[in-house]
């Protein structure tokens, strides 16, 4: 199971149980991230996707379908606790957040080339909204430090004799972290607030069942969703490519 495939097996999962196709929402996808962010590992949301739904199948729903992945996210929570204290004093070996042997091959499908064409169409994305911001605007200082790193990184891997599609990621992650801060400073705190008020709105249902740090989690994946359309920003993350 390879590492970047996190998002894809979980939505399919969901998608597959509840019996239907549907697009998962933006908050879902969020919780999603706030899963990935805390290493839970994919089998352990697969168990909980599917241990919500036999018990959801077992009752009478009349016709009743289950529209959001927060529906299973109370099961994955209890799932995670048991699988970390069945860890505590076992010997360390090193696994990615599928529980995977990190030293396998899993990532063995991101070529040098699709990695060059992916980041490169990023940069050209990065710049152009850069352009179109005003030499005063602290964003464009922002992402011309941006588009500098990334030029660096893509330099390096063209030049590189091998990739490692993990270190990559979290070189990406960092840049990723960098804009996000210049979106934020970039919008007045009057939107902020807003954006994080629809975030809130939209959790309410689920805020009770969540714990604090899965809600805050959750709720900044969303505010850095909502951000990233608002500016027209891309996805620097590999799982996207």
């Given at each position: ?170 070189d990406l992650t960092m840049i990723e972290e960098v804009i996000l801060d210049g979106l934020r400073e970039s919008i007045s705190e009057e939107q902020l607030k807003e954006i994080e008020q629809e975030g809130d709105r939209k959790l309410r249902t689920y805020k ?34």
């Amino acid at each position: 199971m390879n590492y970047f495939n996190y998002f894809t097996e979980i939505e399919e999962e969901f998608v597959r149980r509840r019996g239907s196709h549907m697009l998962v929402s933006p908050l879902d996808w969020s919780l999603m991230e706030s899963w990935r962010q805390r290493d839970i590992p994919l089998q352990v949301v697969l168990r909980g996707i599917n241990n919500s739904f036999d018990g959801y199948d077992q009752r009478t729903h009349r016709g009743r379908k289950v529209n959001s992945l927060f529906y299973c996210q109370q099961e994955v929570e209890a799932l995670f606790q048991e699988f970390t204290e069945s860890r505590v004093g076992s010997s360390e070996t090193t696994t990615d957040e599928n529980g995977n042997d990190a030293n396998g091959d899993g990532a063995s499908q991101f070529t040098k080339t699709a990695i060059d064409e992916y980041l490169t169409e990023r940069l050209e994305t990065l710049t152009r909204i850069a352009s179109r911001q005003t030499s005063a605007d602290s964003l464009r200082e922002t992402l011309e430090r941006v588009v500098m790193r990334l030029e660096q990184i893509i330099e390096d891997l063209r030049t590189a004799r091998t990739i490692s599609p993990e270190d990559l990621e979290t070189d990406l992650t960092m840049i990723e972290e960098v804009i996000l801060d210049g979106l934020r400073e970039s919008i007045s705190e009057e939107q902020l607030k807003e954006i994080e008020q629809e975030g809130d709105r939209k959790l309410r249902t689920y805020k009770k069942s969540m714990g604090r740090e899965v809600y805050e989690k959750t709720l900044g994946n969303f505010v850095a969703q909502r951000l990233r359309e608002q500016f027209g920003v891309p996805r620097l993350s590999l799982f996207y490519l």
